[in-house]
């Protein structure tokens, strides 16, 4: 997913199935804006440290510890993206015509990736192994709301989204493996091992 919308992205145009994507999103009710601006908040990078607290205080560090992998992953990856891959497509405020900028989200800058996907994504790959039942959706859940909250705002378009989601599957999946996060088991098992 992080390739094609890479290919993309790195000719700095938006494609017009993306740019209607990107216009009905956009084009949501004003009265999405103030819940979209809070959604957001859920993919930024304090978040990653807020969850390693949590896993600390339930006495999980390998969850702890892959939360903070997780975090510095992030910025480390994206900046490859911009400075090493050179893709730095343009926000919205600046590649489409007509846009809704809402709240304080910069109309200008890199776009792609969007970097609070990356984080949301890569978190709900290391989070979900440790819930149980019903509530195994509730990371995705918010991935798809930060998902659709960066684009409702007009920071980024429906690529710079996609290669997020991407981004931050490779780097959940990879922090999940590297630090032996349970499959299927038990939350306890890790207290145990």
């Known amino acids: 997913m992080f390739t094609l919308?890479?290919?993309?992205?790195?000719?700095?145009?938006?494609?017009?199935?993306?740019?209607?994507?990107?216009?009905?999103?956009?084009?949501?009710?004003?009265?999405?804006?103030?819940?979209?601006?809070?959604?957001?908040?859920?993919?930024?990078?304090?978040?990653?440290?807020?969850?390693?607290a949590a896993a600390l205080i339930l006495r999980l560090p390998r969850l702890a510890g892959a939360a903070v992998a997780v975090t510095l992953l992030k910025l480390a990856v994206e900046r490859v993206v911009w400075n090493v891959l050179d893709i730095s497509r343009a926000r919205p405020g600046v590649t489409e015509p007509v846009v809704h900028v809402r709240g304080n989200t910069p109309a200008s800058g890199a776009g792609f990736v969007s970097g609070h996907v990356v984080l949301v994504?890569?978190?709900?790959?290391?989070?979900?192994?440790?819930l149980r039942g019903g509530w195994r959706i509730v990371p995705w859940i918010v991935v798809a709301l930060v998902c659709l909250a960066r684009v409702y705002l007009g920071a980024h378009n429906p690529l710079d989204v996609a290669g997020g989601l991407g981004l931050g599957t490779a780097i959940g999946a990879g922090v999940a493996l590297a630090f032996r996060l349970p499959g299927g088991r038990s939350p306890r098992d890790e207290a145990r091992s």
């Open 121 to 130: 994504t890569g978190l709900a790959w290391i989070v979900t192994p440790y």
């Open 5 to 52: 919308s890479a290919l993309v992205a790195r000719t700095g145009e938006v494609p017009p199935a993306e740019q209607a994507v990107f216009r009905w999103v956009n084009g949501l009710p004003e009265t999405l804006s103030a819940p979209m601006q809070v959604t957001q908040l859920l993919g930024i990078l304090g978040v990653g440290p807020i969850v390693a």
